[in-house]
């Protein structure tokens, strides 16, 4: 996505919890703990992906998408579809979306990814362009008033 940045890749930890489930070190039961609302996220949000999970090999890997943010007010720590993040991306400043992976199958999940997405992120040029485009969309212009400084100098 455009506005994409300080992008933080957890797939080295990702690696190092399956060699330990492997090994043995780690039992099963102890990364395949997705909770029922992470599961229903899953199955109502989630991206599907062509990955086979790693554990079961039963099924494919489902990405979900969890947002955070102060600028998201009540709906911070939710799990929006990939396709609304672009728009959420063109109307807000700053948020961070947290990318986990989960097997609707086994119940395994892992963090793969965070990032930052926002206007904050576009170039000057692209700022512009937004605000004609959100303007546009009609609702919530707000206008300034006429000058009051010349009433206060009275
Ligand atoms: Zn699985």
Redesign the pocket.
Known sequence: MRTQRQTVDYSLQRRVVLRDVRNGRIGTLEVCDASPYLRNAATFHGEPTEVR?P??R??NLTLVHYVYGDELKQSAGQARKLAELPSLAMTLREFQVFVVEV?R??S?NHLIERFVLGRDGLTTDETLQTEAMVSSGGGGSRRNGPSHSGEARR
């Open positions: 999970c554990i079961c039963r099924e097997c199958s086994c395994w």
